[in-house]
């Protein structure tokens, strides 16, 4: 089983999507027993969408940008 760590790396780098089944249904499993990660994974999604309904309004290197701080400052040990 992942741990919040793994799970919010997971979904935060896009390796999520990109893993194999046992990774999916891992992160899945773990999104459905834990409260705080499955929030987590909701506000990215509404977050995407946020950026996805904004279309052309930011440049797509701007957009990568602050994604791949994002995932930097997730990706940090505390």
Same mark, same amino acid.
């Given at each position: 089983m992942l741990n919040c760590s793994q799970v919010t790396r997971s979904i935060a780098s896009d390796g999520y999507r990109t893993g194999g089944f046992l990774h999916r249904l891992s992160v899945r499993m773990h999104l459905a027993m834990c409260r705080h990660c499955s929030r987590y994974f909701r506000q990215l999604r509404a977050l995407g969408n946020v950026f996805r309904?904004?279309? /052309? &309004?930011?440049?797509?290197? /701007?957009?990568? &940008?602050? !994604? /791949? !701080?994002l995932v930097a400052r997730i990706s940090r040990k505390p």
């Open positions: 309904e904004m279309g /052309d &309004a930011f440049p797509i290197s /701007d957009v990568l &940008a602050a !994604r /791949d !701080r």
